[in-house]
């Protein structure tokens, strides 16, 4: 088994992939469920918004227009100098930043709006946990929480090397040659505690037998704990 802080390594993965136009091709557009939570919470008044492993910037620049004021996060160089370059071309002001999802650089309470989209599984369990600590604390009371979650219904789930419980490399497989860990929608709901989970739901992506859960969650006001 390797030790937690070895196993949050795909940043280093994509920060190859971000170098190249083939590698962006398909990490250009937002995602359509994030335009429509991102629109209904700027309509009410958030305003505050981190994209947590931004990748190329597709939700940064996405949230500038809306008019948020958008941190940005990434582990990768070439992913973040990319995001930025399109930022300024389109005169988006964002706020980009090399740094770690265990480690967010940010205040407690900075955030209407929290986006991590095919990102916090990229490790093991107590990197998953790490990462919901930290998204919490960046968290405004009743700020919101988007993002993704491998299922245990994918079909790599089980298979591949299991470097440590539910957590899965697969050796010479594109995106998963490093740690993935996988959850089903009750075990979803007791990682995020005490954050809570308002939707769930299990969505097959592009590729034939990519499960992913697409969730959303809301930090709880202190006196509904």
């Known amino acids: 088994m390797l030790r937690s802080e070895a196993t949050a390594t795909a940043y280093r993965e994509w920060d190859e992939r971000w170098k190249t136009e083939t590698g962006r091709r398909d990490w250009l557009k937002p995602e359509s469920e994030v335009k429509e939570i991102a629109e209904l919470l700027g309509n009410i008044g958030a305003s505050a918004a981190m994209d947590l492993g931004c990748g190329v910037g597709r939700h940064s620049l996405f949230l500038a227009s809306l008019g948020y004021s958008v941190f940005a996060l990434d582990g990768s160089n070439s992913g973040i100098d990319f995001a930025r370059s399109l930022s300024q071309e389109q005169m988006r002001p964002i706020h980009f930043v090399t740094?770690?999802?265990?480690?967010?650089?940010?205040?407690?309470?900075?955030f209407d709006y929290l986006l991590a989209w095919n990102v916090i599984y990229h490790g093991d369990r107590n990197v998953v946990r790490k990462s919901l600590s930290e998204i919490h604390r960046v968290l405004r009371p009743g700020?919101?929480?988007?993002?993704?979650?491998?299922s245990k219904n994918d079909h790599l789930y089980g298979h591949g090397r299991e470097i440590a419980a539910d957590t899965f490399v697969f050796e010479g497989e594109l995106d998963k040659s490093h740690p993935h860990f996988y959850c089903n929608q009750t075990e979803l709901a007791a990682l995020f505690e005490p954050m809570e989970v308002l939707r769930v739901n299990?969505?097959?992506?592009?590729?034939?037998?990519?499960?992913h859960l697409h969730f959303v969650a809301m930090k709880v006001h202190l006196q509904e704990l």
């Open 99 to 110: 740094g770690l999802m265990t480690d967010l650089p940010c205040a407690d309470e900075s």
């Open 143 to 150: 700020g919101i929480f988007q993002g993704t979650m491998l």
């Open 202 to 211: 299990e969505r097959e992506h592009e590729r034939p037998g990519s499960h």
